[in-house]
């Protein structure tokens, strides 16, 4: 693994450890080189409740890029709404809050999730 992966995992296990107290679902992100993933996990994380991706057929936008974000944002709210899921919070995965980090976070707040 290089060595920004492990610094990515080490702050994400420390984010991690303050949300598990929070007793909330919890929105989860992890870029690839071409992909985009959102999930919705139970606050101890044994269980995806909801989850949506730029890989999936039914979505029109197949970059990895912000509009991507935005749409993969879009998709994992509308869907956490349909499930009863109104308040999550944004584990960001130890990625800096900016770029397509950011548009989901957005994007998902726009259409309805609170964080």
């Known amino acids: 693994m290089s060595i ?3 610094s990515r995992l080490r702050r994400a296990k420390k984010t991690r450890t303050k949300i598990k107290v929070q007793d909330s679902p919890r929105l989860t ?3 690839s080189s071409k992909h985009f993933y959102a999930q919705v996990f139970e606050s101890n994380g044994s269980k995806v409740l909801v989850s949506a991706s730029t890989n999936e057929k039914d979505l029109d936008i197949k970059a990895n890029n912000v509009e ?3 749409a993969v944002g ?3 709210a509308e869907r956490a709404i349909e499930n009863g899921i109104k308040k999550v919070v944004f584990d960001r995965s130890g990625y800096k809050y900016h770029g397509r980090i950011k548009a989901l976070a957005d994007s998902a ?3 309805g999730l609170e964080f």
């Open 68 to 70: 991507g974000a935005s």
């Open 74 to 76: 879009k998709k994992v």
């Open 4 to 6: 920004k992966n492990i």
């Open 109 to 111: 707040r726009d259409a």
């Open 29 to 31: 992100v992890f870029r």
